[in-house]
């Protein structure tokens, strides 16, 4: 395992360090597909040289980062490159670890369980989907701070699935800091804690709601720090609207792969509000129906609910899609069961092609506009959710097979066929 | 969704493509190219119509009355061209200041990567000149251009003389809200880039220049002229720029309405319109026509000197004066009050010409064929392409023990071949300028190509592979060419059209169970380069200039040359994307074709 897996960052450094060098690095920085208003590395420095004229770096509508980020930066920013790639060098061993940890179900039918053999893979594979994902590596030379964000991600997950309360909610409360979003990923990983420590969830036991207090008191505790230290450390409020008025209200509407812009870019003031409201629910609102389905198999949910933040954010970019589609090599037992794999990877393989094209054609020749563009985003997300919802049809699907057996026949004797209502 | 979540009729209909999928496949490809041909047939094309209501409404009467002035100009800028051997620097800023105009001149300089053949030259070095008109009573915020080139020899004197006869007599009118730039630029093509370049400030080609002294405000639209005799029987109108990007169409139609007002006659391609189009002979002329602006859109080369404005959005075309044997003549007088007839229209603009499409084919200059008529020809042939997945995609699945993309021998396979094959497109796109430097003498396209043949051919004699590893190569290999076709027609539809009509026959057939020689005949016949070949022979022989096989040859040799120059002088995308992405998916067909 050492060895394909010291191969494989040897492979990926060099790609990036390569990349870095030659002049493709200043494109893919400025690419709207891979860099967004919150993440991008030119916001970054801006807010460091604003810090150094002893200005506030919220003042002005350009930088969008929390404190601890410009600080981190401020003693990091000659060794910028080294530590985009540490942070994912970090995330990797993460994924790796937790992909070892997961999934160990009782076996029912032979031909659905997976052999130690394949799990033994499954963290190379992790790996492999992770750092060599064209998604990641332009993300990692655009130096986006979106990967500082799938590492902290990553590091929550990797604390909850070793067990480690305590850390989880830390990490959580970080990712939360961050960005609002991985606030959806509480409910996951209350239930993987719960489950691991043979509470029941149940609405009426004690134990349960004890844990959930415990919990909340963690997180919420690690949070009231980490906001009253970026007090401190900048000695203002103003990062709060900075950074969390910025990713609620939207008001920069540049192009990006996500679903906000076009839609506020053309309505009207009047309506702004309730839209945004809608836009915004949409994110939190999936958290509690998964859970109730999913509360058997909260790493499935964690899987899900960082698809669905992926897709239905802010401003997503493609570091965001990486995070999530470095899981998929985890439940690669689903195979047999998904119907639109092919459908879905073609579709991705041509938008993916076809975003910078109808960039150029809007942009540069001026023979398109902002229909097309748009036209391959939703088509994009339209494709995204397609595999999300696949793969959840897949892992019921095997659930059901696991429960009522693999070859079903009907009462006559002949054979069944499943339809999902 | 039924389609996608019933499982019954989900399996009957994808039983259905792949019991099918030949003679679909087949079908499709007669389609498309029926299609295509049925572009050109009249009653399916539109009158081409003016979309810009500012241009549309007003009544201009022309008053230009100085056409032999302008030609006496013209012979003077002759002599004087002549006297100093290149471009008459001081006569012309004299002559530009006397009638008014604000004169500047901008220097540039440029080694081309290697001789070129064609124009002779190597190291270039020349002068710019323009003369700015400013609006009198408007602020300086949009500016027109009118521009002539300064070619050796006796060429686009008149040109000259004609644009300096327009400036003269503009600059005494008071009508004008846009300020008009009269360019005269020396090497056309290579003095027209830094002309831009120093007008927009960027430098994406490497070029010396000087910064522009004096500038307008934003271009709004250029025009071209190239004018080499005193009379001329019709004006031919040129269209196609750089990446095979046009114009907006309202420029063409603006052109179009002015010939028909006065009265002269205008062609596209070099073909007059014809009014048969019901027999047989009529048609095929609307063919040809059409056939002729495919070939110069998909070659990706300006086929005027306004073909670089196109880039920085300024709609611009070239009109050429043309004088062959017709009985009808027209003077310098009527062409000069069509130009100033087009520009104060185009000073009328609000904003920039957007109302009209920019993807269009003209089989003639009345009638267009848009791209919501066009594209479903191309679609035709992608869509085999698609159903050619789907069929492999299906024949993987079913086997029970299928190697999943993941696992270890598998991806080493799929690999090499992909790595190889685009690292042959590198080196043939970065060899021939490489040994250009080394070898002094004739440009050796012809060597690089065959060593770099016989390289690929040697190493896909060799490979090992597996019987389901090919079909995984096949899969990648077609649906990589789909979207490579698909991006590329959607910038270029005429380049992604034929490399489609050649392509996707050879990505359907090939597998290592066809004959191998009649299969690697046939593949070497529909290889990017042997297309490139045909296309020479035809483009030949739609312009009524057939040529023998050794002159075809060498002007082969001598396209392929003028691509790699057009990529490092202008920026033109066709060679990089035939070396670097086209060339390597026919090479992993090659390799399938091989496979053991």
């Given at each position: 395992?050492?060895?394909?897996?010291?191969?494989?960052?040897?492979?990926?450094?060099?790609?990036?360090?390569?990349?870095?060098?030659?002049?493709?690095?200043?494109?893919?920085?400025?690419?709207?597909?891979?860099?967004?208003?919150?993440?991008?590395?030119?916001?970054?420095?801006?807010?460091?040289?604003?810090?150094?004229?002893?200005?506030?770096?919220?003042?002005?509508?350009?930088?969008?980062?929390?404190?601890?980020?410009?600080?981190?930066?401020?003693?990091?920013?000659?060794?910028?490159?080294?530590?985009?790639?540490?942070?994912?060098?970090?995330?990797?061993?993460?994924?790796?670890?937790?992909?070892?940890?997961?999934?160990?179900?009782?076996?029912?039918?032979?031909?659905?369980?997976?052999?130690?053999?394949?799990?033994?893979?499954?963290?190379?594979?992790?790996?492999?989907?992770?750092?060599?994902?064209?998604?990641?590596?332009?993300?990692?030379?655009?130096?986006?701070?979106?990967?500082?964000?799938?590492?902290?991600?990553?590091?929550?997950?990797?604390?909850?699935?070793?067990?480690?309360?305590?850390?989880?909610?830390?990490f959580l409360s970080l990712a939360t800091y961050q960005s609002i979003y991985p606030l959806t990923l509480c409910a996951p990983a209350l239930l993987y804690l719960m489950q691991r420590q043979y509470i029941p969830v149940n609405f009426r036991r004690a134990s349960f709601w004890w844990f959930i207090v415990q919990y909340a008191f963690m997180y919420l505790g690690s949070l009231f720090v980490i906001i009253c230290l970026s007090f401190f450390l900048l000695g203002s409020w103003d990062y709060l609207p900075s950074v969390y008025g910025f990713i609620l209200s939207v008001p920069d509407l540049t192009p990006n792969i996500g679903l906000f812009w076009y839609f506020f870019a053309e309505m009207f003031e009047h309506f702004r509000l309730f839209f945004l409201c809608v836009f915004q629910i949409n994110v939190f609102f999936y958290t509690i129906p998964l859970s109730i389905k999913l509360k058997e198999h909260p790493v499935f949910l964690i899987f899900m609910q960082l698809a669905v933040i992926s897709i239905f954010k802010s401003y997503p970019t493609v570091g965001d899609i990486s995070l999530y589609m470095a899981f998929l090599p985890v439940w690669s037992h689903l195979h047999r069961f998904l119907r639109n794999i092919f459908l879905v990877s073609c579709v991705l393989l041509a938008c993916s092609a076809l975003f910078p094209v109808l960039w150029h054609l809007w942009i540069y020749a001026g023979s398109a506009n902002s229909n097309f563009y748009y036209a391959i985003t939703l088509l994009f997300n339209v494709a995204q959710i397609l595999l999300v919802s696949d793969y959840f049809y897949a892992f019921l699907r095997r659930e059901h097979h696991l429960t009522y057996g693999l070859y079903l026949k009907r009462k006559d004797g002949s054979e069944a066929t499943l339809v999902l209502k | 969704m039924g389609l996608l979540s019933d499982p019954n009729r989900r399996r009957a209909l994808i039983s259905l493509l792949t019991r099918l999928n030949t003679p679909i496949c087949i079908v499709c490809y007669m389609?498309?190219?029926?299609?295509?041909?049925?572009?050109?047939?009249?009653?399916?094309?539109?009158?081409?119509?003016?979309?810009?209501?500012?241009?549309?409404?007003?009544?201009?009467?022309?008053?230009?009355?100085?056409?032999?002035?302008?030609?006496?100009?013209?012979?003077?800028?002759?002599?004087?061209?002549?006297?100093?051997?290149?471009?008459?620097?001081?006569?012309?800023?004299?002559?530009?200041?006397?009638?008014?105009?604000?004169?500047?001149?901008?220097?540039?300089?440029?080694?081309?990567?290697?001789?070129?053949e064609n124009k002779e030259r190597y190291m270039v070095r020349g002068t710019n000149v323009y003369g700015i008109l400013r609006a009198p009573r408007a602020p300086r915020t949009e500016a027109l251009v009118l521009s002539a080139p300064c070619s050796p020899g006796d060429n686009n004197n008149q040109a000259v003389g004609l644009l300096l006869g327009l400036a003269e007599y503009f600059r005494n009118q008071i009508y004008w809200a846009k300020d008009i730039i009269f360019l005269v630029n020396e090497h056309d093509l290579i003095g027209m880039q830094a002309w831009l370049e120093g007008y927009h400030h960027t430098n994406t080609t490497g070029m010396d220049w000087s910064p522009l002294q004096g500038r307008g405000g934003s271009i709004q639209a250029a025009l071209s002229l190239e004018l080499s005799s005193d009379i001329i029987t019709s004006l031919d109108l040129v269209l196609e720029g750089l990446n095979g990007q046009l114009p907006n169409l309202d420029l063409a139609n603006l052109f179009y309405a002015f010939c028909q007002k006065i009265g002269v006659l205008c062609t596209i391609q070099g073909k007059l319109q014809r009014n048969d189009w019901d027999s047989v002979s009529g048609y095929s002329h609307a063919v040809q026509t059409m056939m002729l602006m495919v070939m110069k859109q998909a070659s990706g080369r300006p086929w005027g000197d306004h073909g670089l404005f196109l880039r920085y959005h300024i709609e611009a075309a070239t009109i050429k004066g043309v004088n062959s044997f017709r009985q009808y003549k027209t003077d310098a007088t009527t062409i000069g009050r069509l130009l100033e007839g087009m520009y104060r229209k185009l000073n009328n603009l609000l904003e920039r010409l957007h109302q009209s499409y920019f993807f269009?084919?003209?089989?003639?200059?009345?009638?267009?064929?848009?791209?919501?008529?066009?594209?479903?020809?191309?679609?035709?042939?992608?869509?085999?392409?698609?159903?050619?997945?789907?069929?492999?995609?299906?024949?993987?699945?079913?086997?029970?023990?299928?190697?999943?993309?993941?696992?270890?021998?598998g991806v080493l396979s799929l690999l090499t071949p992909l790595v190889i094959s685009h690292l042959t497109g590198v080196a043939l796109y970065m060899l021939p300028i490489r040994f250009q430097e080394m070898a002094v003498e004739h440009f050796p396209v012809s060597e690089t190509e065959a060593v770099v043949l016989t390289a690929i051919a040697v190493y896909t004699l060799l490979s090992p592979g597996t019987e389901q590893g090919w079909r995984v190569l096949k899969l990648v290999a077609v649906l990589y060419l789909a979207v490579l076709l698909g991006c590329t027609a959607l910038i270029n539809f005429s380049l992604g059209f034929i490399l489609a009509l050649t392509l996707v026959p050879v990505a359907a057939f090939v597998t290592p169970h066809v004959p191998k020689v009649l299969s690697a005949f046939i593949l070497v016949i529909l290889s990017p380069a042997c297309t490139l070949l045909f296309s020479v022979f035809f483009f030949q022989e739609l312009q009524e200039m057939p040529i023998s096989f050794q002159d075809g040859w060498l002007l082969f040799l001598s396209v392929i040359s003028q691509g790699i120059l057009d990529h490092s002088l202008y920026g033109s995308l066709v060679y990089p994307l035939i070396t670097l992405l086209v060339y390597p998916c026919w090479l992993l067909f090659w390799n399938i074709l091989f496979w053991n």
């Open positions: 395992m050492a060895a394909p897996l010291t191969l494989l960052l040897l492979v990926a450094v060099t790609v990036r360090a390569a990349l870095f060098r030659s002049s493709l690095s200043e494109l893919i920085s400025e690419r709207v597909e891979v860099v967004s208003p919150l993440t991008a590395w030119k916001r970054v420095i801006e807010g460091l040289a604003l810090l150094d004229l002893g200005v506030s770096p919220y003042s002005g509508d350009v930088f969008h980062e929390t404190p601890l980020t410009i600080y981190l930066f401020h003693f990091l920013v000659d060794y910028a490159e080294v530590t985009f790639m540490v942070s994912v060098k970090k995330n990797v061993f993460r994924k790796q670890k937790f992909a070892l940890e997961a999934d160990r179900y009782p076996l029912d039918c032979l031909e659905l369980i997976r052999s130690p053999k394949e799990m033994y893979y499954i963290p190379l594979k992790v790996a492999m989907f992770y750092l060599l994902n064209p998604f990641t590596i332009l993300s990692c030379v655009a130096k986006s701070t979106c990967g500082l964000n799938n590492a902290i991600i990553a590091l929550f997950i990797l604390s909850t699935i070793k067990g480690n309360v305590l850390l989880s909610a830390i | 389609a498309g190219v029926a299609w295509f041909m049925g572009l050109a047939f009249e009653p399916f094309t539109l009158r081409t119509y003016m979309s810009e209501n500012a241009m549309g409404s007003t009544m201009v009467e022309e008053r230009f009355p100085a056409g032999e002035r302008a030609l006496a100009t013209g012979r003077e800028f002759s002599a004087h061209k002549k006297r100093t051997g290149g471009m008459p620097v001081e006569w012309l800023m004299k002559t530009m200041q006397a009638k008014g105009l604000e004169v500047f001149t901008q220097r540039f300089s440029r080694t081309l990567p290697f001789p070129d269009y084919l003209m089989p003639s200059l009345s009638h267009f064929v848009s791209i919501g008529y066009y594209m479903p020809a191309f679609g035709l042939l992608a869509v085999i392409l698609l159903l050619r997945a789907l069929d492999l995609w299906v024949q993987l699945s079913t086997p029970p023990q299928r190697t999943e993309d993941g696992s270890s021998p």
